[in-house]
């Protein structure tokens, strides 16, 4: 067990990489309660929402259709990373990170009152995922007939109200999944069930090697308040739709205007050893550094993302332990749905 934003979490219940192959090969579970859950009210939310956030909401139409960004303060800083649900035209609901949990309370609350928006911190719900080939089959076990026709006709992104529980097709693996939100006293309960019929329960550890053979960012690692989306390879999430006044939107078109420096890239270690966050990377277009990386189980070999210069291609070395070693620049992500992508 270990502190993780304020919360005592598992690192692991066993093998960390035999929880990480559940995942890929069949199903594991995770308890990702200590995520915020935040939800949205007012006439107003979805112009609130227009200002806060660096993606779009209007393209959220269909009850339930959720969509990732960031929300950036006036210097195109990452605040945070979320996930915004539409369940209403006057209803959103956010998932945030729990290391910010405070912090994107107190910026939502700050821009809220000027829209007539409710800030309602869901501190009576808990959260787990189920991820994994299998993991499908396994949530619709735990439901009636009807309930489990609903969840199995999800589209990916979108979340429902089904039996009591929010139930959305979203993840943080890069295997097919469901992250359930639902009354806490009844986490436990299902979580045992699941297991039972199972499902392996699974750490910090898995759910780290798998979002970073995903090529997902975490944030406080490759990004922050210091580095912009389009620096984290996250311009795919800005949507710089013309008269769209979302904060940090001058900050970004400066940035493009002057020329990026910096970009995010995937690394693929050529020889042995272990690449870590912080490790120093040399390019022919200068020094740049680690932001996260770690020995894949699928692909056996190390990977990482790093911040590199825009020059940067091809072949790099990175300094572990005070010696140089040869890594190769790819693009994220390594693993999709089990496959390796990376030759």
């Not at 960004?69 to 209403?88: K, P, Q, S, T, W």
């Not at 729990?98 to 939502?108: E, I, N, P, S, V």
């Not at 944030?219 to 795919?236: I, K, Q, R």
Request: net charge neutral.
């Amino acid at each position: 067990m270990i502190d993780f934003g304020g919360w005592d979490m598992p690192l692991q219940y066993g093998s960390q990489i035999a929880e990480h192959h559940a995942v890929r090969r069949a199903a594991g579970i995770f308890d990702v309660s200590h995520m915020g859950i935040v939800d949205l009210k007012g006439a107003a939310v979805r112009p609130f929402l227009q200002r806060l956030f660096a993606n779009d909401v209007g393209k959220l139409e269909a009850p339930g259709k959720a969509l990732y960004g960031c929300m950036l303060n006036e210097a195109g800083g990452v605040v945070d990373d979320l996930i915004v649900y539409f369940l209403g035209e006057q209803q959103f609901r956010a998932v945030v990170n729990a290391g910010t949990r405070d912090k994107d309370l107190a910026w939502m609350r700050r821009f809220a009152a000027g829209f007539g928006v409710q800030v309602i911190e869901r501190s009576d719900l808990a959260m787990l995922a189920v991820q994994g080939p299998e993991a499908r089959g396994a949530l619709a076990a735990q439901l009636s007939a009807a309930g489990a026709e609903r969840a199995l006709a999800l589209g990916p992104f979108f979340g429902e109200q089904i039996e009591g529980w929010f139930v959305s097709r979203t993840g943080y693996t890069g295997e097919d999944g469901f992250e359930i939100m639902l009354p806490a006293g009844q986490a436990e309960g299902l979580w045992r069930a699941l297991a039972a019929a199972g499902v392996a329960p699974c750490g910090l550890g898995a759910r780290d090697t798998l979002r970073l053979e995903a090529g997902m960012s975490l944030y406080g690692s490759d990004m922050d308040e210091h580095t912009n989306p389009l620096e984290c390879g996250l311009a795919w999430t800005v949507a710089l739709t013309p008269g769209r006044a979302f904060v940090g939107r001058q900050a970004l078109e400066e940035a493009l205007a002057a020329g990026l420096k910096r970009k995010l890239v995937g690394l693929v270690l050529e020889d042995r050893g272990v690449l870590r966050a912080q490790q120093r990377v040399i390019s022919a277009g200068g020094a740049g550094e680690i932001t996260s990386g770690t020995f894949s189980p699928t692909l056996e070999r190390s990977i990482a993302l790093a911040r590199v210069p825009v020059a940067a291609s091809g072949t790099v070395q990175v300094e572990i332990r005070g010696k140089l070693h040869q890594a190769r620049i790819v693009k994220p992500p390594f693993v999709r749905r089990g496959q390796p992508l990376i030759g």
